[in-house]
């Protein structure tokens, strides 16, 4: 299963981002899928997950601001964010879980300028 992140860049604050990531590899729909992020010095994070069932949870620092999605074949994960803030500065991770087995992608860095 190969997973392949898109969308990050650099920003100015108060802007927005989509990524995407799309799973390969798999004839199995992930139960759950979710982006996380690490910033320089910290650890990686929750920021949205969302299951096949279309159930959404995210870290309370993005709520509001961030929207997580997935397309109709189930397969591809969306991270819409908006008014995005220095602080979202981070390298942000895709990862699926299909059958019990978490599956990450190498990342892809957002950087949000003051």
């Known amino acids: 299963v190969q997973l392949v992140e898109s969308g990050g860049g650099l920003v100015q604050a108060g802007g927005s981002l989509r990524l995407s990531c799309a799973a390969s590899g798999s004839i199995l729909i992930p139960n759950t899928m979710a982006w996380y992020r690490q910033a320089p010095g910290n650890q990686r994070e929750l920021v949205a997950r969302?299951?096949?069932?279309?159930?959404?949870d995210y870290a309370e620092s993005v709520l509001g601001r961030f929207t997580i999605s997935t397309d109709n074949a189930k397969n591809t994960v969306f991270l819409q964010m908006n008014s995005l803030q220095p602080e979202d500065t981070a390298v942000y991770y895709c990862?699926?879980?299909?059958?019990?087995?978490?599956?990450w992608g190498k990342g892809t860095l957002v950087t949000v300028s003051s």
């Open positions: 990862t699926a879980v299909i059958v019990q087995t978490p599956y």
């Open positions: 969302i299951t096949r069932g279309g159930a959404t």
